[in-house]
């Protein structure tokens, strides 16, 4: 079986406060985009005694600790009993990017075994288990524009359409922990009205919406905030780091050509629907 996983890009991202579990609740919306990695997994045939799951990697993006797919298959374990895997992961959503990578490998994967196994797990069921894997593993269970709330396993679909915009996603070679980005951010206490705000007209987000971990990233990291400034000089009508990782986005009216001075970044392009 293949499936193929694909990134996400977020549209405003506040953080509204700590909570008591050590996670922060927020509000964004979340936009999947077709960047995505292919992932293939087949059962170990024959004997199984002392096989155990394992999996390969390949792309340009190298996996590093342990791997969430492993991670997802040993939470369906403790419930379910289905055959060793062999999987193999080709990378090409960056990891530490901010689009969600690692957390669409593990729903996806997790929707699969579930669909070929016959689980029987449910839309809430799924989403409840991949929020046990990552806090942004729910939003790929549904896949569809949402806005997300709480920690990011509260999910509302919303009737917002980018379709017929061109998507610039711009990568560096930066890999930004989510902890470490956490940590820096300040609550906002109080959050927008983001989907009334995302629903005006998109050349007014620029100044109505924005993704909250900008300002302490930047600081840090300036060729991420030099990636959103070029973006805009090539006309984008709007342009944002995504999630709290190094991905900047922006969005155009039309196709354009890339300028050297992204030559040090991975670049990602593409009509949306």
């Known amino acids: 079986m293949v499936i193929f996983p694909n990134a996400k890009i977020n549209i405003g991202l506040s953080v509204i406060r700590k909570r008591e579990d050590g996670f922060h609740d927020i509000e964004s919306i979340f936009y999947p985009v077709g960047l995505n990695d292919a992932l293939e997994y087949l059962p170990i045939s024959g004997s199984t005694k002392g096989v ?23 939470l369906l374990r403790e419930s379910f009993s289905f055959p060793c895997l062999d ?10 990017s901010g689009l969600g990578g690692g957390s669409s490998d593990a729903a996806f994967l997790l929707n699969s075994l579930n669909n070929n196994y016959g689980f029987g797990l449910n839309r809430e069921q ?20 949402c806005l997300v709330t709480g920690r990011g396993e509260k999910l509302e679909i919303i009737q917002l359409s980018l379709e017929g915009f061109y998507l610039v996603l711009v990568c560096p070679g930066i890999h930004l922990s989510t902890t470490d980005a956490y940590r820096e951010v300040t609550p ?5 009205d983001l989907p009334t705000v995302a629903y005006t007209s998109i050349e007014k987000w620029k100044e109505l919406i924005i993704n909250q971990f900008e300002g302490s990233v930047f600081r840090k990291y300036p060729r991420i905030k030099e990636i959103k400034i070029e973006l805009y000089k090539l006309g984008a009508i709007y342009a944002s780091m995504t999630g709290s990782g190094s991905a900047v986005y922006g969005l155009f009216r039309s196709k354009i050509e890339i300028t050297d001075k992204f030559s040090d970044c991975f670049i990602h392009r593409e009509w949306l629907h």
Do not use: W
């Open 52 to 74: 155990s799951d394992k999996i390969a990697y390949s792309g340009r993006f190298p996996v590093k600790g342990k791997d969430i797919c492993i991670k997802t298959i040993e």
């Open 188 to 192: 906002v206490q109080d959050s927008t």
């Open 87 to 96: 999987l193999h992961l080709h990378k090409s959503i960056p990891p530490g």
């Open 126 to 145: 799924l989403e409840e288990m991949a929020g046990r894997i990552g806090s942004d593993c729910p939003f790929f269970i549904r896949n569809k524009p």
